[in-house]
């Protein structure tokens, strides 16, 4: 089976710009996250969306946004790109947000260069 | 709330020798402990969880994590480095109090693996 799918692997942008980063869960997985690693740091939570839903959002601005589909797929959206967006955008998944203990498993990233 | 301190930023052992990456937690309840690997350029990998089930916990490539309450500390180890243990490694907690079981990081530290 494959795990979680992401595109594009890698994206240069300019600031000002918006960018759409796409996340693909494991098959049967119901629940999709949301995490941004700036370079040298530990991934911070931004989205979690679960049946279409948003479950709960980190403490990003409202020019980040996201949304997921029937198909359990999801998008990440930013607008008006500063340069410190730049990072590793990973996604990750789980069949459904259960309990702490669940397992996130996580796709290989995009990483976002804004110029 | 709850927070990750992973104490170094790089380890550097010699190939054969003990891997000891350390891992500090702060948590108002019993919390839910990760331990992910993050290859160059890769996403990352989940290595062991620690749920209460036992304090000793046995993880992916021979990698080991000891939950110590009263030291409040999560420590990964190994007893026998190998060259392709070279990676950054994360420490995380589950978030408890949030309906999103978003996981909150420490840092990283990065291993390095001398010949």
């Known amino acids: 089976d494959a795990g979680v799918t992401q595109s594009p692997t890698h994206l240069i942008k300019t600031r000002g710009q918006h960018v759409t980063l796409r996340c693909s869960p494991i098959?049967?997985?119901?629940?999709v996250s949301w995490y941004q690693q700036v370079l040298g740091q530990g991934p911070q939570f931004i989205f979690q969306y679960y049946e279409k839903e948003e479950r709960g959002r980190g403490n990003f601005p409202d020019r980040f946004s996201a949304r997921q589909f029937p198909n359990y797929s999801s998008e990440l959206n930013v607008n008006a790109l500063l340069l410190g967006d730049s990072a590793l955008y990973l996604c990750a998944s789980t069949i459904a947000p259960q309990g702490h203990q669940e397992t996130q498993y996580f796709g290989p990233g995009t990483r976002l260069l804004v110029l | 709330a709850q927070s990750v301190t992973q104490l170094g930023s790089h380890v550097s052992v010699s190939e054969g020798a003990l891997v000891l990456l350390r891992c500090n937690y702060s948590s108002s309840v019993p919390p839910y402990l990760f331990w992910y690997v993050q290859y160059p350029n890769q996403g990352l990998q989940l290595l062991l969880k620690?749920?209460?089930?036992a304090t000793l916990v046995k993880g992916i490539n021979g990698f080991e994590a000891e939950f110590k309450k009263s030291e409040t500390s999560f420590h990964l180890t190994k007893p026998s480095a190998h060259m392709s243990d070279a990676a950054e490694y994360f420490c995380a907690v589950s978030a408890t109090g949030h309906s999103n079981y978003q996981l909150i990081w420490g840092a990283g530290t990065k291993l390095i693996i001398k010949p």
């Open positions: 098959s049967g997985h119901k629940s």
């Open positions: 620690y749920t209460s089930a």
